[in-house]
């Protein structure tokens, strides 16, 4: 039980560390992060890496409702300044949950999520 406690962990652990770092978790010196701009939160095409160019790219704080989005997309936060993003069941902004640290992205399905939020720091 012990070792399969363990295995678990690190499994959880692993899981955290790419949520975290999107596909390289490297910044070009423009500010760039896998081509989200600086100061913006940007969706990837469902089942893909952040090597292709975002979906949807938002810069405006406040609720952006989502249109068509079904499956697993990488979300990355490139807000500066410690500003979150949220990712929420209703319209408009509602029945937020799942929080983004600035600089930091996630691996999600979006098709229970209809908006998300740029929030300020």
Excluded: E
Aim: hydrophobic fraction near 35%.
């Amino acid at each position: 039980m012990r070792k399969i406690m363990h295995t678990f962990a690190a499994l959880a652990l692993a899981a955290a560390a790419v949520t975290t770092m999107g596909s390289s978790g490297a910044q070009a010196a423009d500010g760039t992060w896998d081509g989200c701009p600086y100061g913006a939160v940007c969706i990837y095409p469902q089942d893909s890496d952040t090597s292709r160019p975002p979906t949807d790219v938002f810069y405006s704080y406040g609720p952006h409702n989502l249109r068509n989005q079904y499956g697993w997309h990488w979300v990355l936060n490139n807000q500066s300044g410690g500003a979150h993003a949220h990712l929420c069941t209703g319209y408009n902004g509602a029945g937020c949950g799942y929080d983004i640290a600035a600089q930091a992205g996630v691996y999600a399905d979006l098709g229970p999520i209809n908006s998300i939020t740029l929030d300020r720091p």
